[in-house]
């Protein structure tokens, strides 16, 4: 039996539609869950969803059109498929849980010091309106100074094309606290542009000169737009006066980086937290009060001396692909085919691999978050079917007749017959019905 190369179109097509699928899906658990649960849930829910979608509909393609495994694959044994699906879904899930622990595990991990002195520099431009039409970013930063205690100090800005002080830096008491909501409740600023940096520039002069040595101070940027300008004087200033930034991009379009954010935090030791909704700043300004910052995140940036650290740049790789082997894997597996099951396995590493590096120089280039992992998903659902043609296997009944077809030779034998039936070697030929 002769052996070709094989590639099914509409698997090609439906993976690529069930990669999307599950992309939605899981950035729909991320925006959700994301400072609601913990880590290794959230990525074990992400792939064991995406592993479900791509997985079901190249199933849902090769019922359709049985182009990798024969008509009798999809007759009798298709079934046994559909036990596959949810168990390499399980699979997947446990496996990104486990990934996500190992990843996350701080080797000899230091504490990081108190913040005494928050400054809050907030987005009030035209656009927060749509991103934030609760206010929940001014009802959040409320709530943190109700959680400070006396000894720290709150310092506060609005800004969009231009900027307005608030209120300099006020000590946390309940006096102190009073006078801050009041302040915050009734600030206003004609929304216009988004200026980061003259908010950055001018916020920083005035704490400047209100510091007290000894004491350590946070810059907190929330906005929802993108500025171009040098971040290098601003960080060399924050660096001299041991000046944090945490920046929160809330809303931050697919095709925006966030780099301006994304450098600031990276060069002063803060933390860039990648929101969609204004819902997560709950767990976001938790994170900013306790001090805590980002938990590495295999799905998301690293950030300050992480970023550049490659042991978890390897780690991340190796677990990538290591999702993309599973999925060549469980693919794989549905189908009654042991060469077939090989090539899938390759193409399953192969793809692994290039979307673990896909992800990896993504986020060190500082492309969008959700970018990389919409390249990420794409490349792990694609190339796994396109590796089913890497090694020539044989369908075993690739050439098989219906049962309900008829077969002149069924009575004639061996001997050659026309379309009619008839035979073309003469009638001198015993057949299985006597003499002709």
């Keep these: ?7 099914n179109g509409l ?34 829910m992400y792939f064991g969803v995406f592993g479900l979608c791509v997985l079901t509909m190249c199933l849902l393609a090769e019922k359709i059109k049985p182009r990798l495994t024969g008509v009798k694959w999809q007759s009798k044994d298709w079934k046994n498929a559909l036990i596959v699906i949810p168990l390499a879904a399980i699979l997947m899930f446990g496996t990104g849980c486990l990934t996500q622990f190992i990843y996350g595990l701080n080797v000899k991990q230091v504490a990081a010091p108190p913040i005494d002195d928050y400054v809050f520099i907030i987005d009030d431009s035209g656009s927060m309106y749509g991103n934030d039409p609760q206010e929940l970013r001014y009802s959040e930063v409320n709530k943190l100074i109700d959680e400070l205690d006396d000894s720290k100090r ?6 969009s094309d231009t900027v307005t002080p608030v209120f300099d830096f006020q000590y946390a008491t309940a006096a102190g606290k009073e006078q801050m909501h009041a302040a915050i409740d009734n600030a206003y600023n004609d929304g216009g542009g988004t200026d980061i940096n003259g908010a950055l520039t001018m916020a920083l002069e005035d704490v400047k ?53 994304n450098e600031l935090a990276d060069g002063t030791g803060g933390n860039y937290y990648d929101i969609q909704s204004a819902d997560q700043l709950v767990g976001v300004f938790t994170n900013i009060k306790r001090h805590i910052g980002n938990s590495r995140l295999l799905l998301a940036r690293r950030y300050g001396r992480e970023r550049t650290t490659a042991i978890y740049g390897i780690e ?7 999702f993309g082997l599973l999925l ?15 090539n899938l396995l390759l193409g399953g590493a192969v793809t692994g691999l290039l979307a673990g590096l896909a992800m990896e120089l993504g ?29 020539s296997y044989e369908i075993k009944d690739e050439f098989a007749k219906p049962a309900n077809q008829w077969d002149p030779t069924a009575m004639y034998g061996s001997q050659q017959v026309n379309q009619f039936g008839q035979s073309t070697t003469g009638n001198d030929y015993t057949g299985p019905i006597g003499r002709f």
């Excluded at 709150?154 to 800004?159: D, N, S, W």
């Excluded at 004491?215 to 041991?242: W, Y």
């Design 363 to 391: 986020m060190y280039a500082y492309l969008n978050t959700r970018f990389c992992r919409t390249l990420m998903d794409i490349l792990l659902s694609i190339v796994v079917c396109i590796f089913t043609a890497a090694i």
């Design 316 to 322: 991340r790789v190796i677990f990538i692909a290591l």
């Design 11 to 44: 698997m090609l097509v439906f993976s690529i539609i069930g990669g999307i699928i599950g992309y939605i899906f899981g950035e729909a658990i991320i925006n959700f869950y994301m400072y609601r649960i913990p880590n290794v849930l959230l990525v074990g």
């Design 209 to 261: 000169s209100q510091a007290i040595p000894g004491r350590s101070m946070a810059l907190v940027l929330l906005s929802d737009g993108e500025d171009f300008f040098d971040t290098n004087p601003i960080i060399q200033e924050c660096t001299k006066n041991n000046i944090s930034v945490d920046c929160i991009g809330l809303g931050i379009s697919m095709f925006s980086s966030g780099k301006i954010m």
């Design 328 to 342: 060549g894997t469980a693919i794989g597996a549905m189908f009654d085919n042991k060469q077939l099951f090989k």
């Design 1 to 7: 039996m002769n052996k070709s190369r094989h590639i």
């Design 154 to 159: 709150v310092a506060y800005y609005l800004f």
